[in-house]
């Protein structure tokens, strides 16, 4: 699934989104972009990871499905996997 803060750009529209200072630079903190209040990390709370680790069995023929659309065929396994659930009201 996509993240709904990612988007396509052009290189044309990346270089005017730079200009405009709209790019989060790595170099720079959140605090010092502005994107963070002031009292953000007073109200932090670390939050465990909801997933679990298994070792799942599947057919060859499922597993080489997934395979041939390159890195991230165990995101997408998961990501099928979760909308089933969802439909099935887990």
Do not use: C, N
Not at 19 to 44: N, T, Y
């Amino acid at each position: 699934m996509t993240s709904p803060d990612i988007r396509r750009a052009s290189l044309a529209e990346v270089r005017e989104m730079d200009e405009r200072g709209e790019l989060h630079r790595e170099d720079s903190a959140p605090e010092e972009d502005g994107l963070l209040p002031e009292d953000f990390w007073e109200k932090a709370a670390l939050v465990a990871p909801s997933r679990v680790s298994v070792h799942l069995k599947v057919d060859a023929r499922v597993f080489d499905f997934f395979k041939r659309g390159g890195k991230g065929h165990l995101t997408r396994m998961q990501d099928v996997l979760a909308a089933y659930a969802r439909a099935k009201g887990g």
